[in-house]
């Protein structure tokens, strides 16, 4: 797999910029949904109802399953491979791990919604900031890429 950037750098923003827009879309969704539900929302945790299984069942597979993906598909990059080969299997990892994360942020703000429940939307927060933390970092990609100094030294 070749990504077909000019430079690292450009490659790097790129990533960012798709991080910050998964972020963006889920943050827009939510003021879109607490504005509609601006005086009907409530705050209830209720175990018996059946938004709360499905949401606790759906965090407790996809946020593991996000980390385990993540360091499975990062842990084959070698340094035998190409700098634009490497960025380009960190960039699928990062962008499964996201679209895992991502997947109950939307899915608790539908519920949100849905339910006019507000509890849910802490499901959504903890999805933005799994989200946020998986920002790509250079001193975090240096580590991951397993760059050389002169590697580093192109995304800078």
């Given at each position: 797999m070749e990504i077909s950037y000019s430079t690292p750098k450009?490659?790097?923003?790129?990533?960012?910029?798709?991080?910050?827009?998964?972020?963006?879309?889920?943050?827009?969704?939510?003021a879109v949904v607490f504005f509609v539900l601006l005086k009907?929302?409530?705050f209830i945790v209720d175990p018996g109802d059946i938004f709360f299984?499905?949401?606790?069942a759906l965090s407790a597979a996809s946020f593991p399953a996000g980390f385990?993906?993540?360091r499975m598909m990062?842990?084959?990059?070698?340094?035998?491979?190409?700098?634009?080969?490497?960025?380009?299997?960190y960039q699928t990892?990062?962008?499964?791990?996201l679209a895992l994360f991502e997947g109950v942020g939307l899915f608790s703000t539908v519920i949100t919604l849905v339910s006019q429940n507000i509890f849910y939307s802490l499901f959504t927060a903890l999805s933005l900031l799994l989200m946020a933390g998986s920002y790509p970092q250079l001193m975090k990609l240096r580590d991951i890429l397993k760059m050389s100094q002169e590697e580093y030294e192109l995304f800078i």
């Amino acid at each position: 797999m070749e990504i077909s950037y000019s430079t690292p750098k450009a490659a790097l923003k790129t990533a960012r910029i798709l991080s910050m827009a998964l972020i963006g879309g889920i943050v827009l969704f939510n003021a879109v949904v607490f504005f509609v539900l601006l005086k009907d929302a409530v705050f209830i945790v209720d175990p018996g109802d059946i938004f709360f299984t499905v949401i606790i069942a759906l965090s407790a597979a996809s946020f593991p399953a996000g980390f385990i993906a993540f360091r499975m598909m990062t842990a084959k990059i070698t340094r035998e491979k190409k700098i634009k080969q490497r960025f380009a299997e960190y960039q699928t990892a990062l962008i499964v791990r996201l679209a895992l994360f991502e997947g109950v942020g939307l899915f608790s703000t539908v519920i949100t919604l849905v339910s006019q429940n507000i509890f849910y939307s802490l499901f959504t927060a903890l999805s933005l900031l799994l989200m946020a933390g998986s920002y790509p970092q250079l001193m975090k990609l240096r580590d991951i890429l397993k760059m050389s100094q002169e590697e580093y030294e192109l995304f800078i």
